[in-house]
């Protein structure tokens, strides 16, 4: 199989990593981390604070130095151990100038420099061809009709999504590897 594989919030922990920052700089922002996700976008779920998100986001150091979301690198390794091609395909911020380089040093520091050549960067995942799609956007739309099967990685903000839903501790039964 060709699996496409997301990044953000599927194999590091964006998100926490500027709400940690968000709520040091801004102390009395202290209860986001208390507030249930009901949003996608992180920038949706607080829009009274989006352009200080847009700016952490996009700091020189914060995607290169990110942690993994639990199990990712050991599974994605697995799955490409048993013969399937695995390819990251990730959003690029707007605001590229960072994002783009310190997610290939990501990759390059976590998986290995050969798996610098299984990145695709792109803002419309319909035009890449495979056979799944492991996202936890909850509803990718673009110019085409995908060829893959998008599969939910499960998030709190995509529990009313009725599709399938992986975790890097379930990945073997939900591909069925």
């Not at 020189?60 to 490409?80: Q, R």
């Not at 013969?83 to 990251?88: A, R, S």
């Not at 035009?127 to 709190?156: A, Q, T």
Request: charged share 35%; hydrophobic share 35%; with cysteine.
């Amino acid at each position: 199989m060709i699996i496409l594989v997301d990044m953000d919030e599927v194999i590091v922990e964006l998100e926490k990593k500027i709400i940690e920052l968000l709520i040091k700089e801004n102390p009395e922002k202290k209860d986001l981390i208390n507030i249930p996700r009901t949003k996608f976008k992180l920038t949706n779920q607080y829009p009274d604070i989006e352009d200080k998100l847009k700016e952490i986001a996009s700091r020189k150091g914060l995607t290169e130095n990110l942690e993994p979301v639990e199990g990712s690198i050991e599974a994605l390794k697995k799955i490409e151990s048993l013969g399937h091609k695995i390819f990251i395909c990730t959003a690029p911020l707007t605001n590229y100038k960072n994002s783009v380089l310190e997610k290939y040093k990501w990759i390059e520091k976590n998986l290995g420099i050969d798996w610098t050549k299984k990145i695709i960067l792109t803002k419309d995942k319909t035009l890449i061809k495979g056979d799944i799609l492991i996202d936890d956007n909850p509803s990718i739309n673009g110019i085409k009709n995908p060829e893959w099967e998008h599969i939910l990685f499960d998030k709190p903000y995509n529990k009313d999504v009725i599709k399938k839903r992986l975790t890097w501790k379930n990945y073997k039964q939900v591909l069925n590897i």
